[in-house]
């Protein structure tokens, strides 16, 4: 069975530039989610979606950072532009019900 | 925010030996669930333990949980080379699948 996937698995762009990060759940899995890992630090969710619906987006930065789930299945996160502090690990998880969440490799972002 | 703290940071046994990490947390849970994750890689769950519940087991590790101290420990037994990584605690207050992660603890098992 396939696991999480998520692309580009490395991305490097210059501050103001947007950039999105794809990512396909576990077949099944209704709940998916985005969340931020600096270096040295435990991930910080940053949205959560059952089905297509973000049932808690209250840690993603609505100014610059947007997501979309349509058809409830893989999901994008874009960030328009970033920024040098948006650099970091960006990890999508997904899970079935509450269950244990099974995690992607990640998209290391730089941005300089 | 993190709700966890972990200790020790870092911590460097020999194969073979225990390796103990600890994990404190500031609110009331549902549950607490311990993640690894090897270099450059996604986090891989290890155990689920709920709040009714002090101590679990699954091969080599055991998880206690003490709600009234707030804190839990993750032990690894005979540990092996492969076992080096970063441990993470994480919670979860409402069971909503809303997880808090630690910082981490990094393991390093020495050949």
């Known amino acids: 069975e396939a696991g999480v996937v998520q692309s580009p698995r490395y991305k490097i762009i210059e501050k103001k530039q947007p950039v999105a990060f794809w990512c396909n759940p576990i077949?099944?899995?209704?709940?998916l989610y985005w969340y931020l890992q600096n270096l040295g630090q435990g991930p910080e969710l940053l949205i959560r979606?059952?089905?297509?619906?973000?049932?808690?987006d209250s840690q993603l930065p609505k100014d610059r950072f947007s997501a979309e789930r349509l058809k409830g299945v893989d999901s994008t996160l874009k960030i328009q532009p970033a920024e040098l502090g948006d650099s970091a690990v960006y990890l999508c998880?997904?899970?079935?019900?509450?269950?244990?969440?099974?995690f992607g490799p990640g998209t290391r972002l730089t941005v300089l | 925010s993190q709700q966890g703290e972990e200790d020790p940071q870092a911590l460097s046994i020999q194969e073979g030996e225990n390796a103990t990490m600890n994990c404190s947390y500031k609110?009331?849970?549902?549950?607490l669930q311990w993640y690894r994750q090897n270099s450059g890689r996604g986090l891989v769950h290890l155990i689920l333990?709920?709040?009714?519940?002090r101590e679990k087991h699954s091969g080599r590790l055991r998880v206690t949980l003490d709600t009234s101290k707030k804190s839990s420990s993750l032990l690894i037994t005979a540990s092996r080379a492969a076992d080096t990584a970063s441990y993470f605690c994480?919670?979860?207050?409402?069971?909503?699948?809303?997880?808090?992660f630690g910082q981490g603890t990094t393991l390093q098992v020495k050949p």
């Open positions: 609110t009331s849970i549902n549950n």
């Open positions: 979606y059952e089905n297509e619906e973000a049932v808690d």
């Open positions: 994480a919670t979860d207050a409402r069971n909503t699948g809303k997880l808090i």
């Open positions: 333990i709920r709040s009714n519940e």
């Open positions: 998880a997904s899970s079935l019900n509450l269950n244990e969440q099974f």
């Open positions: 077949s099944g899995h209704n709940t």
